[in-house]
């Protein structure tokens, strides 16, 4: 296993370079960074604009640009920001906010998927069965800005009827304080809460219907009937047997999801004005700040290889008959 590590992480270098050198090539000719201030009215005069596109780095060829960003890299410059903001900085500060709802968004939708998943199995055709896939095929349906929306106004509903703040609607609680551990609990709880539902869900249909029918493969296998003839209990055959087998499959989905969840991630903080890693993105692109948004791309691909990693020592684990030894 640890010769797989070694191997993989060599096998990332590479692929992050020609992600970063595509990534720059396709961003530097979406268009002018310097569009926004050439329409400005009264226009600024040409020495500024000279000054800004020297500082852009616009005045370099291409090869000369990209190299110039990538090896900033390796001493933490992501590059000149049209607003003088310290990327770097600003992507670890944005990173932490995003990875929160990121990881308890994931986590929540892949329990839920699981619990589905061997409700549907063992249950099948009956009406818990299909009162799952009814509410997964909906979740799949469902637009992620919408839920989240709906979302929202259920929590101003509850508020109201509560006649105190119980779910936050906005923000990331950043700056929100309380008094007791309790209270700090509760404000946890409220800013989360909304959030990590709207982007748990549509994954949640998604990963729900695959491990249905991978726990359904699993629980007809061969080996699986051998363990009901030895006698053993169900709940040791589903979960023992069944569950562990049909997760590793089911990981597969989980793994390609990644790129997904976090472009649902953009939305969702967009919706719910947490100032994570999405909201950048949505800012860099407004305007036209070339590096922040290379910087955000760069981080979002180096996620979703990690993640994937992850997805591929989860299968070893899972799954005794997958070796990834030579």
């Not at 949640?204 to 249905?212: A, D, E, K, L, P």
């Given at each position: ?15 992050m ?8 090539v ?7 960074p ?33 190299w110039?960003?990538?090896?900033g ?10 607003h ?12 932490g ?34 009162i ?25 509903s ?45 994954a ?9 029918v ?10 699986v009937k ?45 919706v ?20 922040v ?18 997805a ?15």
């Open positions: 296993m640890l010769a797989y590590l070694v191997r993989r992480l060599l096998v990332m270098i590479p692929m370079l020609i992600a970063s050198f595509l990534m720059f396709v961003i530097s000719f979406s268009g002018d310097l569009a926004g201030l050439k329409t400005m009215q009264p226009p600024p005069p040409p020495e500024v604009l000279h000054a800004m596109a020297v500082k852009l780095r616009l005045d370099q060829p291409l090869l000369d640009r990209y110039m960003w990538l090896s890299l390796f001493v933490g410059d992501f590059g000149p920001s049209i003088n903001i310290d990327i770097g900085a600003e992507l670890v500060k944005r990173l906010v995003s990875l929160r709802l990121l990881a308890l968004g994931i986590v929540l939708a892949f329990l839920m998927a699981v619990a589905a998943s061997v409700i549907g199995a063992v249950l099948q055709f009956s009406w818990a069965d299909h799952i896939s009814f509410v997964a095929v909906a979740m799949i349906s469902m637009p992620v800005f919408w839920l989240a929306l709906q979302l929202k106004r259920l929590a101003i509850i508020n109201q009827e509560l006649g105190f703040r119980l779910l936050y609607t906005s923000g990331d609680g950043a700056g929100m304080t309380a008094s007791t551990p309790w209270d700090r609990v509760l404000l946890l709880i409220g800013v989360l809460a909304l959030p990590t539902i709207a982007l748990s869900m549509q949640f249909g998604t990963w729900s219907r695959y491990g249905r991978a726990l359904i493969d699993a629980l007809n296998s061969e080996y051998l363990a009901r003839a030895k006698g053993l209990s169900e709940t040791r055959v589903v979960l023992a047997h069944g569950l562990r087998t049909s997760l590793a499959p089911m990981l597969t989905v989980v793994a390609a999801g990644g790129a997904v969840i976090l472009g649902e991630s953009v939305v969702t903080e967009t719910f004005q947490w100032r994570g890693m999405g909201d950048l993105l949505v800012t860099g692109i407004q305007n036209n700040d070339v590096y948004v290379l910087g955000w791309l760069l981080v979002a691909g180096l996620i979703i290889m990690v993640f994937n990693l992850i591929d020592i989860l299968y070893a684990v899972l799954d005794p008959r997958i070796r990834y030894e030579r």
